[in-house]
């Protein structure tokens, strides 16, 4: 039997259209053997390893992010309870939110503690900031895991984890799917880093540059990681136009990048199907399309 990976890439809010691939494989009834990714990936990767079906991860983000007020009141609930936690926190640092407490916030209650208890085997890539180099956790504790994988420098605080201290691990390793190579038969790898977007006229704002650079960076990576180790299918959903934190558009980005399941599903069939010149042809379309 043909062993399957999955290596979701990060990309923030972008990372909604990852649905669009977990719903394809759950309707032709294709389980992935191991799933592996990096910040808004890795998230949505422990869903489905949870046992969590697309659309179940449809349903909840669509509720998680329906209005600024329960966004809000979700971000106001990860506030230290008391002057002791607001020291541990590393005190008064603007512009750095707790990931471990919004991760919390903004993930199912019922989500298991440990990664042992996942029904597909999760592997969530970190960055170790001082170590200077990608690190793949995939056992323990769950939570820190998603937090370290998701703490963007400026927004998010690092966490610190078996001594260690981890951020976003995008930084190293923005679509891991060389992860998976060698240890399954085929590897599907989804992007959805996208880009900046605008022309000479349009001035970025700091914020914005700050994110595009980051992109530009981590595009830079995966461009090479494909030239030289393709995965067997690459997945590329049009996102390119939404904003890293566009979450309350989650309505709007899943619906317009809805015709990424049908190219989806026809790319897996001719690639489980063992018709190769089929999946290398829908890999580029489905490139193509971002």
């Not at 440990?114 to 969530?124: S, Y």
């Not at 900046?196 to 595009?219: I, K, N, V, W, Y």
């Not at 030239?227 to 299918?233: A, G, I, N, R, S």
């Not at 049009?238 to 015709?259: A, C, M, N, W």
């Amino acid at each position: 039997m043909t062993t399957l990976g999955l290596a979701l890439g990060g990309g923030g809010a972008r990372g909604l259209a990852h649905i669009h691939v977990l719903e394809a494989l759950d309707e032709l009834g294709v389980v992935p053997d191991r799933i592996v990714g990096s910040s808004i990936g890795a998230i949505m990767g422990a869903g489905r390893a949870a046992g969590m079906g697309g659309s179940d991860i449809r349903d909840f983000v669509l509720d998680c992010f329906a209005g600024k007020s329960l966004v809000f009141g979700r971000l106001w609930r990860t506030r230290p309870g008391s002057f002791q936690e607001f020291l541990a926190d590393g005190g008064l640092r603007f512009g750095q939110l707790n990931a471990e407490r919004v991760v919390r916030a903004f993930l199912p209650l019922d989500l298991p503690l440990q990664f042992e208890d996942l029904h597909i085997p999760l592997g969530v890539m970190t960055t170790d900031f001082y170590g200077k180099l990608e690190c793949e956790i995939d056992s323990g504790d769950l939570f820190s895991a998603l937090a370290a994988t998701a703490a963007l420098p400026a927004v998010f605080r690092p966490v610190r984890r078996s001594g260690r201290v981890l951020i976003d691990g995008g930084i190293f390793n923005p679509l891991p799917f060389d992860r998976l190579q060698g240890k399954v038969d085929k590897v599907i790898a989804v992007d959805v880093n996208g880009g900046p977007r605008g022309g000479p006229d349009t001035m970025p704002t700091p914020l914005e540059a700050l994110f595009g650079a980051s992109q530009l960076m981590m595009q830079s990576i995966i461009d090479s990681k494909v030239h030289t180790h393709p995965p067997d299918l690459l997945i590329c959903p049009p996102v390119s136009h939404y904003g890293v934190l566009d979450f309350l558009r989650t309505k709007q980005i899943l619906e317009e990048t809805s015709p990424v399941k049908e190219e989806t599903k026809r790319a897996l069939d001719g690639l489980l199907s063992g018709r190769k010149a089929h999946a290398r042809k829908n890999r580029v379309a489905a490139a193509e399309a971002g």
